[in-house]
């Protein structure tokens, strides 16, 4: 009879992997508007259960945020599991081994060269006497602890108040990449190809896809090319190494690392046998080497070596007595210049005017009850939900108009796609996906309330103010009952093609607006808008020249 | 285009002149029907009302031939519940999908250009579950992204050359469009009525239309032709429209109006705002480009 577990423990981990990779579609897929107010949460659960992102939001927020609750039930199981949510749940590293599948026999040849190499940065960390090494070989041990860099960079800056974590937490860069161009992508290629098979808006096939497989639309995003390619280089990763990114880039993973150095669940035998080797070769995570065997902060249970081993002797238990731990590829220097470099950040960026704190753009609006422009961009973790989720395509990453600091944070851009992006009057739904509470979950009354901006028109541009020409397009779209544009002049007049017209000028009941921007994106003019929204804070344009 | 391709357009199109004449054997109903017919009616039941206010006019299998294909217009323009008045009421459009499938249409469309989030508005105006919950393969509630748009040239248009229009609104792909607007104030028209419905099925920068709005309103009217008009007047917004959202603006008249001739409808509706149809300017424009009769007392008003 079979040992237990009849099925192989590496085939419990790849069901797994596969069904939280699809999970992870099926959130995403949901993160749109479906015909319902309230969508049925759980949409953020992959970064509610990211320590990495809960540490950094809550640091740099100054604040305990309770929605992240399940990141600490991670951590915890952590310290008895060890790193198993690299292996056995991220879906980023899930993808990453589908893709490792994939272009295993082209990558091969690479992986013999460099990861060689890299083994040897890796086995330079054991060994005590350090004098005698080459300069690429301390560079090549430097890389090989570049994930505990940026995990204390990314946490010592936080706590210092300048968030970086968006630009290394591997589920933000994994939505990113998906939602701002993967998604659009896969719009159009099966749009592409149902119009090419003659499926019409009224065929079923099309209906089916548009309906169960497909985004409403092809939304289009700043920084999508950006985010594809910051994507796309963790899977080129795959080429020199399996497991590149989460080896030795991915910070979550370092931090998990850290988190179940001292497991209760171990692989035994702790070393590798000298003559066969088969796990060390194989190790996805490089967690095996021959001299010092298993290096606890990198493994992540994938159980290949219990699969692999030709004696069949290695298990993965509660060892009785607590074995050796291997040194920790991080040095006391490199751990202090990490977080002096974490604690110069904000100091640096300020100097370098890479800070946001003080936006100089007065068009930058932020989604509803963000509130103060430091406090949202210290809680926001740029996860890029808010982003998927808005049904009208108006929340935008920004660029550079809050600093470098401010990158990949969402932004409001009426008239960004014309008649199309503007916030919609009855949607909360950013509010409803936000992980870290940086868009709070405001009620439906709350959020009717809370002024993203207000609008100001420019007498230069406006129709009936600067061209004698009728429209108050923008009274006739402004979505509160009482209207918080009103006409403010009606006169007659008869323009060259000898029509009488009624020209209605309009004025904004600035106590009434909310700046959702559905006048500035449906102004009919060509350019800019002759109605746009300003900050609340930011100052009278005096573009209203002729107002009472 | 290769030879194939040739012979197949020269098969196709030689067919079509064959068949040209088979159609028309069996004159359209609605030409039958004297133009200046318009029917009123009033009562709680919106579904009951639809057929009632339809039987002056010999019911919808009057219109509808059996193998049409049906478009049904009503304004989903705004992301508003039905008691708010902004969107034509879901059991009415229901109403006339069922009767126009029960004439025999072949295909019956429902859609129209929303200005909020068309998924919102579909599904708060209630149309799209009203429509769906028919549930025949004949119907379909449809988003304007999905279709196709066309440039067209307004042939005797005064203000309004050209202009994009979807073409499953179009005389090429629709047999019988059915026109449901809803009787609404709005600033820049003075009145939302049954004219200014067609911006429903328009793509393209609407807020072109705004710079004249009356006479361009009565252009665009001169591409899309509805078979029939019914006038939602169940409930009519008096003020803050076309938007609404407060319901001290809706006043409710259980009345539905309905003609083979929009402009008489809208001159009649006029009425509920305390207006004449001259103060109306798109229903003016209209009436000058010959698309309908705007003196009610040349109107055969019959009360159902």
């Not at chain 1, 953020?44 to 305990?64: E, H, V």
């Not at chain 1, 292996?87 to 081994?97: A, E, F, I, K, Q």
């Not at chain 2, 290769?2 to 196709?12: I, T």
């Amino acid at each position: 009879m079979k040992r237990f577990p009849w099925i192989p423990w590496r085939w419990w981990r790849r069901g797994a992997q596969l069904a939280l990779l699809l999970l992870f579609v099926c959130l995403f897929r949901r993160t749109e508007y479906a015909g319902a107010d309230t969508l049925p949460g759980g949409e953020n659960l992959f970064f509610r259960w990211d320590p990495l992102a809960a540490a950094a939001a809550m640091l740099a927020g100054r604040s305990l945020i309770a929605a992240f609750w399940p990141a600490l039930a991670l951590l915890l199981l952590t310290l008895l599991l060890g790193r198993f949510f690299c292996g056995w749940v991220c879906p980023l590293g899930t993808l990453l081994d589908i893709f490792q599948r994939c272009v295993r026999p082209l990558a091969r040849r690479t992986q013999r060269r460099l990861g060689g190499f890299l083994h040897r940065g890796d086995a330079e960390h054991s060994r005590k006497d350090g004098r005698d090494r080459s300069f690429a070989l301390r560079s090549v041990r430097l890389f090989c602890s570049a994930r505990y860099f940026l995990l204390l960079l990314c946490l010592v800056g936080a706590a210092c108040a300048f968030q970086l974590v968006g630009f290394v937490d591997p589920f933000a860069l994994l939505v990113r990449g998906l939602a701002f161009w993967a998604d659009p992508r896969l719009f159009q290629s099966s749009d592409a190809v149902l119009t090419w098979a003659g499926q019409s808006a009224v065929d079923p096939v099309r209906q089916f896809f548009m309906k169960h497989l497909l985004p409403f639309r092809a939304n289009t995003y700043h920084l999508a090319a950006v985010s594809a390619w910051l994507l796309a280089m963790l899977f080129l990763l795959e080429f020199p190494a399996r497991r590149f990114w989460c080896r030795y880039l991915c910070p979550l993973g370092g931090l998990l690392g850290l988190a179940g150095r001292y497991a209760l669940l171990r692989r035994v035998p702790a070393r590798v046998c000298k003559d066969c080797g088969t796990c060390a070769r194989n190790c996805r995570m490089g967690a095996l080497d021959a001299g010092s065997g298993l290096a606890p902060q990198a493994c992540n249970l994938c159980l290949d070596c219990v699969a692999d081993c030709p004696r069949a002797i290695v298990k993965f238990t509660v060892p009785r007595a607590q074995p050796a731990v291997a040194a920790l590829d991080l040095s006391r220097r490199g751990f202090l210049a990490a977080c002096v470099a974490g604690a110069a950040l904000p100091a640096v960026a300020r100097a370098a005017h890479l800070s946001g704190a003080n936006p100089s753009d007065p068009g930058l609006l932020r989604p509803p009850g963000a509130g103060d422009e430091k406090r949202f961009l210290n809680l926001c973790v740029r996860c890029g939900l808010c982003m998927k989720v808005c049904p009208t395509n108006v929340l935008q990453p920004a660029v550079l108009e809050s600093g470098v600091e401010g990158l990949f944070s969402p932004r409001l851009a009426p008239r960004f796609v014309f008649e199309q992006t503007y916030c919609e009057f009855n949607c909360n739904l950013c509010g409803q996906v936000c992980p870290s509470g940086a868009i709070p979950r405001l009620s439906l009354e709350e959020k009717q309330k809370a002024p993203l901006g207000k609008a100001y028109f420019d007498h230069s541009r406006c129709l009936p103010w600067a061209k004698n020409t009728p429209c108050i397009r923008c009274e006739e779209v402004c979505p509160l009952p009482d209207k918080a544009i009103k006409v403010q002049k009606t006169f007659k007049t008869i323009n060259e093609r000898k029509e009488e017209l009624e020209i209605q000028q309009p004025r904004v009941e600035r106590d009434l607006c909310i700046g959702c921007g559905i006048c500035e994106a449906n102004c009919p003019l060509d350019g800019p808008a002759g109605i746009r929204v300003r900050r609340v804070d930011a100052p009278d344009p005096h573009t209203e020249t002729q107002s009472a | 285009m290769d030879r194939k391709e040739f012979l197949r357009q020269v098969a196709a199109w030689s067919a079509g002149a064959c068949a040209v004449p088979l159609f028309r054997i069996e004159p359209l109903a609605a030409d039958e029907k004297p133009p200046g017919l318009l029917a009123t009616a009033t009562g709680k039941d919106y579904e009951a009302l639809v057929t009632k206010v339809l039987e002056p006019l010999g019911g919808l299998k009057a219109f509808v031939k059996p193998g049409a294909r049906v478009v049904v217009k009503p304004n989903i323009g705004w992301d508003r519940k039905p008691e708010q008045a902004g969107n034509t009421h879901p059991d009415i459009v229901k109403t006339v999908v069922k009767l126009a499938l029960d004439a025999g249409a072949k295909q019956v469309l429902v859609f129209d250009r929303s200005v909020n989030d068309a998924r919102r508005c579909y599904v708060n105006s209630g149309i799209q579950a009203a429509v769906e919950s028919i549930k025949d393969n004949r119907v379909q509630c449809l988003f304007c992204d999905a279709l196709p748009h066309v440039p067209v040239d307004i042939q005797n248009a005064k203000s309004l050359m050209n202009f994009e229009f979807y073409k499953n609104a179009l005389e090429s792909d629709c047999d019988c469009y059915i026109n449901l607007p809803i009787a609404k104030h709005h600033s820049i028209a003075k009145l939302t009525l049954g004219l200014k419905n067609v911006m429903g099925v328009v793509s393209g920068n609407r807020g072109e239309i705004h710079k004249s709005i009356h006479q361009r309103i009565a252009d665009l009217n001169l591409v899309v032709r509805p078979k029939l008009t019914i006038m939602d007047a169940t409930r009519i917004l008096l003020r803050g429209g076309p938007s609404g959202g407060n319901l001290a603006d809706v006043k409710v008249l259980d009345t539905l109006v309905a003609s083979a001739d929009t402009v008489a409808v809208d001159s009649y509706c006029v009425s509920f705002f305390d207006l004449k149809p001259q103060d109306i300017g798109a229903i003016q424009a209209a009436k000058d480009l010959g698309l309908g009769e705007s003196d009610l007392s040349k109107v055969k008003v019959v009360k159902a």
